[in-house]
C-alpha cells in the first residue's frame, strides 16, 4: 500500500546560519519524521542552502536578503499553495538568549499582549509556530511591520481563530552569534509596541 500524501510541512527560515542549521534539521529529521522540511534561504552567504539541501530539506533561496517577515510569508504562502493540512515553523538557530534589556522587554511585551489579544500570552516573539491550514492564508500574506510574530497573533486574533500558548524548552544557541543584539533589540521590542498599538488602531477603523 502506498502512504498517503504528506499532510505537514516545517519551514525554517534561516540567514547565514551554516553553524546551526545542521543540528536542527537533523533533530527535525528525528522528531518529525513524516513531515516535509523547507528551508526558506534568505540570501545567504555562506553554505546554508547547501548545507540544507544535505539535511534532507527543499530549499527556496532568495536573491538577496529581504528579512525575516518576507522569509516567514513565504513559507506560509508554500504550505497554503502546496495543499498542506499542517504547517510549522521553526528558528535556524534554537536560541534563546535571556539578557537583562530582552528579559525587560519580554515583561512589556506580555503586558501588551494580553491587553491587545485578551488574553496571557508568555512569549509573543516565539520562533515556534504549529497552524493548521485555516489559519495558512491569515499568515501568508504580506507583513507590514518587523514583528511578524506579533502582527501574525494578532491577525490571528482578529480572524476569529483560537490561539494557544504551550510550554516548550528553549536550548541554548548552537553555533554563530544571534542577530537580536544591542540596538538590534532594543529597535525590535519599539516595533512590537507599534505593531500592536497600530494594529488596534487598524482593527478599530474596521469596526466603525
Not at 552567504?45 to 517577515?69: K, W
Not at 504550505?79 to 510549522?88: M, P, Q, T, W
Not at 494580553?114 to 485555516?134: F, H, I, K
Request: proline share 5%.
Amino acid at each position: 500500500m502506498n502512504p498517503g500524501p504528506v499532510e505537514t510541512l516545517v519551514f525554517v527560515p534561516a540567514w547565514n546560519e551554516e553553524e546551526s542549521l545542521p543540528a536542527v534539521l537533523a533533530e527535525l529529521d528525528a522528531e518529525l519524521a513524516d513531515a516535509d522540511v523547507l528551508v526558506v534561504d534568505d540570501g545567504s552567504t555562506d553554505r546554508t542552502a547547501q548545507l540544507a539541501r544535505a539535511g534532507g530539506a527543499d530549499v527556496m533561496s532568495f536573491s538577496e536578503n529581504r528579512g525575516l517577515p518576507a522569509a516567514i510569508e513565504a513559507g506560509y504562502r508554500y504550505a497554503a499553495e502546496h495543499g498542506y493540512r499542517f504547517c510549522g515553523r521553526v528558528d535556524a538557530d534554537r536560541r534563546y538568549e535571556a539578557t537583562p534589556g530582552r528579559q525587560y522587554g519580554h515583561f512589556l511585551l506580555r503586558r501588551l499582549m494580553r491587553w491587545r489579544l485578551e488574553t496571557p500570552m508568555m512569549d509573543a516573539t516565539s520562533g515556534m509556530y504549529a497552524v493548521n491550514e485555516r489559519a495558512l492564508p491569515v499568515l501568508a500574506r504580506s507583513y507590514g511591520t518587523g514583528a511578524p510574530e506579533v502582527e501574525g497573533l494578532i491577525r490571528l486574533r482578529d480572524a476569529g481563530l483560537i490561539v494557544e500558548e504551550v510550554p516548550v524548552h528553549m536550548r541554548g544557541r548552537a553555533g554563530g552569534e544571534s542577530k537580536l543584539r544591542g540596538k538590534k533589540a532594543l529597535m525590535l521590542v519599539l516595533t512590537v509596541g507599534l505593531t500592536v498599538f497600530l494594529g488596534e488602531r487598524w482593527r478599530r477603523k474596521r469596526q466603525r
